[in-house]
């Protein structure tokens, strides 16, 4: 410790705990040490949603990892309680609970979501869906029946036209053969 009789505060470890970001501290008053746990941020999902505040912004790598800057004290100097160095803490994703919230983040089409937490979880949730919607379908949404010529008894040509039948029920004939079971 310093030779100062000041008091000084050793800022160690941080982690996420619940919905807090919580920091062990070891503070000496008058050279007596007391350890104790202090919150830094009470509720780490309105800090993500609103991209911080002015003690701890969301910051991000422009490639989804968001992180928050927590000041640590280093241990291996003279000057200890004196020099904080920074502790990148990661932000967690988004928990089943905060789901509704997500919902009503707006993203503009072709918006860079980068460095704004909140809007780049809604865009891949957004994109997630769409693909799962597109791709992993029950039952198609369009059958095609192709046309086809053939010739009738009597010698004449005929000719069956290319037909296209909608599904534009969500389970459509999928739901009554479900229902057999």
């Not at 503070?27 to 701890?56: K, R």
């Not at 992993?136 to 010739?151: H, L």
Request: with cysteine; proline share 4%; hydrophobic share 35%.
């Amino acid at each position: 410790m310093s030779n100062n009789s000041s008091d000084s505060v050793i800022k160690g470890q941080a982690w996420v705990s619940g919905n807090e970001l919580l920091q062990d501290q070891i503070v000496f008053l008058n050279d007596i040490p007391t350890e104790n746990t202090v919150v830094l941020i009470p509720d780490i999902w309105d800090n993500l949603f609103n991209n911080g505040d002015s003690n701890y912004v969301v910051k991000s790598n422009k490639k989804g990892y968001f992180y928050w800057e927590v000041p640590v004290t280093p241990i291996d100097n003279d000057n200890v309680g004196q020099l904080n160095e920074k502790m990148l803490i990661e932000c967690p994703k988004p928990r089943e609970d905060q789901f509704d919230r997500l919902n009503e983040v707006q993203v503009e089409e072709g918006e860079d979501v980068s460095e704004v937490w909140a809007k780049y979880w809604k865009k891949r949730f957004d994109t997630t869906l769409k693909n799962a919607e597109e791709k992993m379908t029950i039952q198609r949404k369009e059958v095609i029946f192709g046309g086809s010529n053939y010739i009738d008894p009597n010698g004449e040509p005929k000719t069956i036209e290319e037909k296209h039948v909608q599904t534009d029920h969500e389970l459509g004939s999928i739901a009554n053969l479900l229902m057999m079971f």
